[in-house]
C-alpha cells in the first residue's frame, strides 16, 4: 500500500504512520533499526528497492530523503506498507526550496524510538560524511565511491575524512575476495610473501582497497595495475602472490568465476561475483559498531599505496563496480 501526501508537514507525515498502523494492523514492533538514504531525486527507487530486500533480514524503518533546493518551498511525502515496503515500512519525502536545507530536521520526527541510525548516500556523499546534517544522528555511516562521479577522489576523501562508524561499498564488495585469499594463506606451505601484484579496471575503488588491505596485513609492497575498464571485464582482474615455493594466483577473467592457480596443486575454478547493493547493505546492516580493520585500511592502507602502488592508468570519470 502507497500513501501519497502532497504538500504536507513531518508532523502530518507521522500522524498518517499512526493512523495506519491503528487500521491497517501494521506495527512497528520488531523494528531493528531506522535507515536514512539520503538520494537525488528521480534516484529512489533502486535505492528502495535494495532496502526491501534487505529489511527481510533487518526489518527496519527505511525515511528516504530527496532534496531540491532550486524549487519552491514544499514537502511531498510517500507512505509504503506492506507488499509495498517488504518487511519494513518506507517513509519517502520529497522537500524543496529552503525546507531541503534541514535534513536533520526532516527526518528526526520520524525516527523509530531508542532504535539504531544508519545513514546511507548511493550517490555522491558528503565530503565529511560524520559532520553531515545525517552523518551527525546516525552510528553507522555507507557511502559507495563506486557509484560516485569520480571513484578516486571519493576514495581520497574517505581516507582524509574517515571517522570511526564510516564505511564503503567498496570495501564490503570485497568480503568474497578476503576470505578466499585468507583460506589460501591458511594452508601450507606456510611461506612469507615477498611481493603482491594487483590488477583491476580503472574505475574500480575496490581495487585500491584490496591493494591497501594486502599490504597492510602482509606488510609488503603492492604493485598496482589499474587498466582501462571494458564490459567484458570490469572490477578486479587478479591478484598474484610471490612467495619461494612459486607464484599464486587468483584472477577472474569472466564476470562472476575466478580460477585459482597453486604450485603444485590442481587449477580451481571459484565462484566470485559482483555482490549487489542488497547483499552489501544486508552485510553492512549486521554490525552497528564501528569497521576498525576498514578504517585502518582507509587511512593508513591508502596511504601505503599512494606511496608504494605503480598505478599506470589513473582513475577516469565514471561508475565503477568491484
Known amino acids: 500500500m502507497i500513501v501519497d501526501l502532497p504538500n504536507t508537514t513531518t508532523s502530518a507525515v507521522s500522524k498518517s504512520i499512526v493512523s495506519i498502523r491503528e487500521e491497517g494492523g501494521v506495527v512497528a514492533l520488531g523494528r531493528v533499526l531506522t535507515l536514512v538514504i539520503a538520494v537525488p531525486i528521480g534516484d529512489e527507487e533502486e535505492a528502495i528497492k535494495a532496502a526491501n530486500d534487505a529489511s527481510r533480514e533487518h526489518p527496519m524503518r527505511v525515511i528516504v530523503v530527496s532534496t531540491d533546493p532550486t524549487k519552491p518551498n514544499r514537502l511531498d511525502a510517500e507512505i509504503r506498507v506492506g507488499g509495498d515496503a517488504g518487511a519494513s515500512e518506507v517513509i519517502v519525502l520529497r522537500a524543496y526550496g529552503e525546507i531541503a536545507a534541514d535534513e536533520e530536521g526532516l527526518v528526526m520526527a520520524l525516527l523509530l524510538p531508542d532504535a539504531p541510525v544508519v545513514a546511507w548516500w548511493p550517490r555522491e556523499a558528503p565530503p565529511v560524511p560524520s559532520t553531515s546534517p545525517l552523518g551527525r544522528i546516525a ?31 567498496a570495501w564490503t564488495r570485497l568480503t568474497l575476495w578476503r576470505a578466499q585469499l585468507a583460506a589460501v594463506l591458511d594452508q601450507p606451505p606456510y611461506e612469507p610473501i615477498t611481493g603482491i601484484d594487483v590488477t583491476g579496471a580503472s574505475d574500480s575503488p575496490s581495487t585500491m582497497l584490496l591493494a591497501a588491505w594486502l599490504t597492510l596485513q ?23 602472490l610471490h612467495r619461494a615455493s612459486g607464484v599464486i594466483d587468483l584472477e577472474r577473467e569472466i564476470p562472476g568465476v575466478a580460477t585459482l592457480t597453486q604450485p603444485n596443486q590442481p587449477v580451481h575454478d571459484i565462484s566470485l561475483p559482483r555482490r549487489n547493493l542488497r547483499d552489501c547493505l544486508s552485510e553492512e546492516l549486521r554490525r552497528l559498531d564501528p569497521d576498525v580493520l576498514f578504517g585502518r585500511v582507509i587511512t593508513d592502507g591508502v596511504a601505503l599505496i599512494a606511496d608504494q602502488a605503480a598505478v599506470t592508468t589513473p582513475f577516469p570519470i565514471g561508475k565503477g563496480q568491484a
Open 218 to 240: 602482509l606488510e609488503v609492497p603492492v604493485n598496482l595495475t589499474m587498466t582501462n575498464p571494458d564490459e567484458a571485464r570490469g572490477g578486479i582482474h587478479g591478484v598474484r
Open 139 to 169: 552510528q553507522r555511516r555507507i557511502s559507495d565511491a563506486a557509484a560516485a562521479v569520480d571513484p578516486a577522489a571519493a576514495i581520497a576523501r574517505c581516507s582524509v575524512s574517515y571517522a570511526p562508524g564510516d564505511t564503503d561499498f
